[in-house]
């Protein structure tokens, strides 16, 4: 087991880890079979299935904390007590951010005017929760939980609503940054730019007063650039494209400024060419997206994926061919990730976490069942954000 959590930290060119992997991942396979009994087998199913440097630690904080076997008492118990009442300490933390964040959500109308569209704040707190995870970047999280619900929108209002000249009115009005370029646009789409505006003006302020920065220009530029991602003619160049469509240059862009990095002008043209490290991450959540073939929660809208360029380029390639070139880009992404976060890069090693952890998560956000559910994501919600610890006789919790 320990052989095959080594081989996940893997760079590009290391052959012999690559090798490693295959084989503990072989020989835990058969001795599941053959030698272990029932709590082995379960601890080599989990190494399996969620490898420490893939997982995220804050899921896996509770399981280890409840797991936890302290016979020795004395310093090791008092420390077990002492992550227990942490982790419920930060959980309440959490509660008064998600209502916040829900509180905004409400005050913008969206959800009833766009009904089209997702309704998933929840959702999209977490995402901003697993990048910035320190307890003292509480007001950062707020904030950008707000420009990842608009991604979700506008990807919506894209997918599922707006004729090719709306689509394209619309994205040169982000363009201009001007709304009275949306006067030909339905309501909708001018209460979604509006939103848009008034998001990334507030951020913009709230990073000036905290460091003396204005990113107004660059934040600008980077939305713009994500709505004009535009189409594709071949598997290459819909992946180019579609690393750009995910909206993760967006997310991380905005998460460099609350953290505040980009002080200078280099460092903001070094971001806009996207580096590896943000490429890398939005690689894997694209390719992540194409595998599952995924389908958002029950919405009727698609537009391809990486797997169905493919299969067009290479006639004789059977469907699970597919799937096992794209999960081997999976792993390959993963090394170019390993490689920027292990090795020397300009950024703060907490932008570098949270590419990491957007990494991580991925698997949960697209890993549906038949119903186009999230019931592993959700039950780590639960689990994470509505079940306390137990440090008495009683496990607390909080209705959702």
């Not at 090693?349 to 949270?354: E, L």
């Amino acid at each position: 087991m320990a052989l095959y959590e080594a081989s996940q930290v893997s760079i590009p060119g290391e052959v012999t880890l690559d090798e490693a992997r295959d084989f503990s991942e072989q020989v835990l396979l058969n001795a599941k079979v053959k030698y272990l009994d029932n709590n082995q087998v379960r601890a080599v199913e989990n190494c399996l299935a969620n490898p420490c440097h893939k997982s995220l630690a804050r899921f896996m904080a509770k399981s280890f904390l409840n797991s936890f076997q302290c016979t020795s008492g004395g310093l090791m118990n008092d420390l077990h007590q002492l992550a227990k009442m942490d982790f419920n300490m930060t959980q309440s933390m959490h509660h008064k951010e998600i209502d916040v964040v829900l509180k905004w959500w409400r005050d913008t109308g969206l959800a009833k005017e766009l009904k089209f569209t997702r309704d998933q704040p929840l959702k999209w707190y977490i995402c901003s929760m697993v990048c910035l995870v320190h307890p003292e970047m509480s007001d950062d999280r707020v904030e950008l939980a707000k420009p990842i619900s608009l991604i979700y929108i506008i990807d919506d209002i894209f997918d599922l609503y707006g004729t090719l000249e709306e689509l394209t009115l619309f994205t040169e009005a982000i363009n201009k940054w001007d709304i009275a370029a949306l006067e030909q646009l339905p309501e909708c789409m001018k209460r979604c730019f509006k939103a848009l505006y008034d998001i990334t003006d507030e951020i913009s302020y709230k990073i000036y007063q905290k460091y003396g920065l204005n990113p107004i220009e660059s934040l600008r530029k980077t939305e713009a650039r994500w709505l004009a991602s535009g189409y594709s003619l071949n598997s290459d160049e819909y992946l180019k494209n579609a690393i750009v469509s995910t909206g993760v240059h967006v997310v991380l862009v905005h998460t460099l400024f609350l953290l505040g990095h980009c002080m200078t002008k280099e460092d903001e043209d070094f971001v806009e060419n996207m580096p590896g490290i943000i490429s890398s991450t939005a690689t894997i959540l694209r390719l992540w997206d194409d595998l599952g073939n995924a389908m958002d929660e029950k919405q009727e809208g698609r537009d391809g994926s990486y797997l169905e360029y493919y299969m067009k380029e290479h006639k004789d390639c059977s469907i699970k061919e597919a799937r096992e070139k794209v999960a081997n880009m999976i792993l390959d992404a993963w090394k170019c990730l390993n490689k920027e976060c292990l090795f020397p890069n300009p950024f703060p090693q907490t932008f570098s976490k949270a590419c990491l952890n957007i990494a991580r998560m991925v698997p949960l956000l697209y890993n549906y069942d038949d119903n186009h559910g999230l019931p592993i994501f959700e039950e780590h919600v639960k689990s994470l954000l509505y079940e306390s610890i137990c440090i008495g006789k009683e496990k607390k919790r909080r209705k959702m």
